[in-house]
């Protein structure tokens, strides 16, 4: 058995709302928007990886959680896994960064964001091969914006943990479900929580780590079977929501990322309907 940790933030929460501004000085970004799949991708998720035992909900405050699911869940808050000084976070690759410090987890757990939804069976088999993990890599140069130099940064400290020289190449895992061993990361942040904790910002830096350090790391060191994930990666801002009704009434993918983007209300609505339609087969 293995279990299951997401990260999750719902942006319309009053309280929650009412620290981000009282931080930032203005009201939060889009993204921080909630689309109501946190309770679908749960009941999936129990439906579908049937080898999952504990499911993990990372949160900033108790009233982030909604009652649909509170029973399905063992709730974390972002007190209880990082350290004071550093509170309060916003940012996710920063929190990301302390999740293998979840009392009780065990040592083979899966990392989601609430945007990831699995449509077909699965096993323990896609994700770990006896001490690897399951894990397609892509190669890159350029860093042209905040996230891909996040990347960048996170594949250079892996690379310095495996005792390799720096390369102006970096690497980045598919952008799917991460697996991950907790005493991996544990021994990486015995190691380089000082370099971690001095990246840590509350909202995102140029300067920032995110969680591919430790996968990153295992790729280094030959402990990843190079398996992509059957995930379809779909985003608002390219496709209709006529053609996400279609992909998910017919998957041929095991997976789906559904990336949010900004768009018009009555847009939102429309992708809204869709997502409550699929929710509820």
């Known amino acids: 058995m293995i279990d299951a940790v997401i990260m999750y ?45 504990k ?23 972002h007190k209880d896994i990082i350290p004071e000084q550093l509170l309060p976070l916003f940012n996710a690759a920063s929190i990301e960064m302390f999740l ?36 397609g890599f892509s190669r890159h140069i350029l860093a042209p914006n905040t996230f891909k130099r996040t990347v960048r940064n996170s594949d250079a400290l892996a690379r310095k943990a495996a005792g390799l020289k720096p390369c102006p190449v970096f690497i980045r895992p598919q952008h799917t479900v991460g697996p991950l061993f907790k ?29 591919y350090f430790y996968p990153d790391y295992l790729y280094h060191v030959g402990r990843v079977r190079h398996q992509r994930l059957s995930c379809k990666h779909f985003s608002m801002g390219a496709k209709t929501p006529a ?4 992909f998910l009434q017919a998957p041929d993918c095991k997976w789906i990322c559904i990336n949010d983007v900004e768009m018009s209300e009555a847009r939102r609505k429309e992708f809204l309907e869709v997502i409550a339609k699929a929710a509820a087969r």
Request: charged share 25%; aromatic share 10%.
């Open 243 to 246: 053609q996400l009704d279609a």
């Open 183 to 211: 005493d991996v990361c544990e021994d990486l942040y015995a190691k380089y929580g000082q370099d971690i904790e001095n990246t840590v910002t509350p909202t995102r830096k140029d300067n920032n780590l995110c969680y």
């Open 100 to 135: 293998h410090r979840i009392p009780g987890l065990k040592n083979r757990f899966l990392f989601l964001n609430d945007d990831l939804i699995p449509l077909m069976p699965g096993g323990e088999e896609d994700f770990f091969d006896g001490d690897n993990i399951c894990r």
């Open 55 to 77: 499911i993990y909900l990372v949160v900033a405050l108790p009233s982030q959680v909604p009652a649909e699911v509170a029973s399905e869940v063992t709730v974390i808050l």
């Open 9 to 53: 933030v719902n942006g319309e929460d009053p309280k929650w709302q009412e620290q981000y501004a009282a931080f930032a000085g203005h009201e939060p970004a889009k993204r921080f928007r909630d689309w109501g799949m946190l309770p679908w991708q749960i009941r999936s998720i129990r439906r579908f990886l049937p080898c999952v035992d």
